[in-house]
């Protein structure tokens, strides 16, 4: 039986990280949460959890989040690693969803698409996903439907060679290079709908549509430049239909 452990990068999440790790933990996997230098109760708020908590002394963004979770995930010799963020936009029940796609699709990245869900989705992000879908989908050869969702399933294998910066500023940029780095491998991706969830209680985004999509496409031209602006990728990107 193939074995899967759920990672949660959380910074200042106490409003709603609770809920959401005991609602992760019914679906009977081993949870593993990074705080990444949380200025509130995050850590507080799990400490009687049967969780793996793991802690950053201060916030050393998402990436580097998402690489410690990854390593310990990776410890413990499971097949897949599931992410989900720790604000709440995830819903944990959709889980098994993930691991059902994984098993139709052996080998591929799933990723929780919400872009069909357009009207629950403020349209500044609506638009700059659209615009990164377009470059890392150019970059990977991969036609894509949601490239910055962080609901995703990963191949154990994917992750435990590939060696990405995850320096602060990478923060969001280290989501897309997986995909395009997989794209690279011959490493596929497989989309399934979620629902777009984007509640006003909700603290704000720590994604910054204008700073965060231009490091993304600064990432993404260097990556085509390398491989001589990847005319085939273009092709695929533009004529292909997603998975």
Do not use: C
Request: proline share 7%; hydrophobic share 40%; no cysteine.
């Amino acid at each position: 039986m193939e074995s899967f452990a759920v990672v949660i990068p959380a910074y200042n999440e106490a409003a709603t990280i609770r809920a959401l790790v005991e609602r992760t933990l019914e679906q009977q996997l081993p949870v593993i949460v990074v705080d990444d230098g949380s200025e509130d109760q995050t850590a507080a708020q799990l400490q009687d959890l049967p969780v793996t908590l793991l802690q950053n002394t201060q916030n050393a963004g998402k990436a580097s989040a998402l690489r410690k979770g990854f390593e310990a995930a990776l410890q413990q010799g499971v097949d897949g690693i599931i992410t989900l963020d720790g604000d709440g936009q995830h819903r944990p029940e959709d889980i098994p969803r993930f691991i059902e796609a994984s098993r139709e699709h052996p080998g591929k990245i799933i990723i929780g698409s919400r872009l069909h869900d357009r009207e629950q989705i403020p349209p500044r992000r609506y638009y700059a996903n659209r615009f990164a879908n377009f470059w890392i989908a150019w970059a990977s050869g991969m036609p894509l439907l949601d490239s910055q969702s962080g609901f995703r399933l990963y191949p154990a294998s994917l992750l435990s060679d590939m060696e990405l910066d995850t320096s602060p500023e990478r923060g969001f940029v280290f989501e897309s290079e997986v995909i395009i780095e997989a794209g690279w491998r011959g490493v596929g991706v497989h989309n399934i709908p979620i629902p777009a969830l984007y509640d006003e209680a909700m603290r704000p985004s720590h994604f910054r549509s204008v700073l965060d999509i231009l490091r993304i496409t600064r990432m993404v031209a260097g990556r085509l430049l390398s491989r001589g602006m990847h005319l085939p990728g273009l092709y695929n990107a533009l004529f292909r239909q997603p998975s």
